[in-house]
C-alpha cells in the first residue's frame, strides 16, 4: 500500500535557524512528491514537487527539498526560518496510476522570534 | 495562473439542511477536481474525484447519498451536502487538476458548521 508519513507533529526553530520537516514515503513505481503548506483557516499552497530529475528541488519562499531514494525520504528544508513560515506542512505522494494523492498527517512548524 | 476558488467561505446550516459549496477554476480548464475533508488539526481526507461530465468517484466510506457532487462544466464543481448534521461540520477543500498532470491546485477552503 501506498503511504507517506511524517513522524513529527511539531518542529520547533529559532528565527534565523535551519529549518527540516520530515517526510517518508512507500510508493509503487516512480515517485511524485509533493510539499504544501497551510496558514490557519485557508487552503494549501504549493511549495515544490519531485518528478523526475535533480535529487535538490527548489520551491517557493527559500524552501528546498532532497529526494533521497535509498532512504525514501523528501525531507523539506530552509537555510534560515522567518517567524511567518510557522504553518502547518503538508507532504503528499500521488497514488500510482491516478491523479489523486495521499497526504501525510501535517507537522506544524513553529518559528521562535 | 491556476487559481481555485471556493463559495461560500463559511457557512452555518441547520441540522437537516442541505448546502452547496461550489469550487471554480478561476483560469484553467479543470478536468479532474477533487474533494477533500480536514478535521481539526488533522490531514486532508480524499472524499471523492470529480471529473468533468461523468459520475463522481467516491473513495471508500464516503455516502455518496449524502455529498453529492455535480461536475458540469471544466471550470465548476460542487459538492452538495444533504441532511446535514453536526458530524458533517467540518473544513472542505478543492482541488482542481490543470494541464500540467500530476500537481493539483488548492482552493481556499469551506468553514461548514452545522448548528
Known amino acids: 500500500a501506498q503511504s507517506v508519513a511524517q513522524p513529527e507533529d511539531q518542529v520547533n526553530v529559532a528565527e534565523g535557524n535551519p529549518l527540516t520537516v520530515k517526510c517518508t514515503y512507500s510508493v509503487s513505481g516512480n515517485p511524485y512528491l509533493f510539499w504544501y503548506v497551510q496558514y490557519p483557516n485557508r487552503g494549501l499552497q504549493f511549495l515544490l514537487k519531485?518528478?523526475?530529475?535533480?535529487?535538490l528541488v527548489k520551491g517557493s519562499y527559500g524552501f528546498e527539498a532532497e529526494f533521497n531514494k535509498s532512504q525514501t525520504s523528501f525531507h523539506l528544508k530552509k537555510p534560515s526560518a522567518l517567524v511567518s513560515d510557522s504553518a502547518l506542512y503538508f507532504c503528499?505522494?500521488?497514488?500510482?496510476?491516478?491523479?489523486?494523492?495521499?497526504f501525510g498527517t501535517g507537522t506544524r512548524l513553529k518559528v521562535l522570534a | 495562473g491556476a487559481v481555485v476558488s471556493q463559495h461560500p467561505s463559511r457557512v452555518i446550516c441547520k441540522s437537516g439542511t442541505s448546502v452547496k459549496i461550489e469550487c471554480r477554476s478561476l483560469d484553467f480548464q479543470a478536468t479532474t477536481m477533487f474533494w477533500y475533508r480536514q478535521f481539526p488539526k488533522k490531514s486532508l481526507m480524499l472524499m471523492a474525484t470529480?471529473?468533468?461530465?461523468?459520475?463522481?468517484?467516491?473513495e471508500q466510506g464516503v455516502e455518496k447519498d449524502k455529498f453529492l457532487i455535480n461536475h458540469a462544466s471544466l471550470t465548476l464543481s460542487t459538492l452538495t451536502v444533504t441532511s446535514a448534521h453536526p458530524e458533517d461540520s467540518s473544513f472542505y477543500i478543492c482541488s482542481a487538476r490543470a494541464g500540467t498532470p500530476y500537481e493539483q491546485y488548492f482552493g481556499p477552503g469551506t468553514r461548514l458548521t452545522v448548528t
Open positions: 503528499a505522494v500521488r497514488v500510482y496510476g491516478t491523479y489523486k494523492y495521499i
Open positions: 519531485y518528478i523526475t530529475g535533480d535529487n
Open positions: 470529480s471529473n468533468e461530465g461523468s459520475k463522481a468517484t467516491y
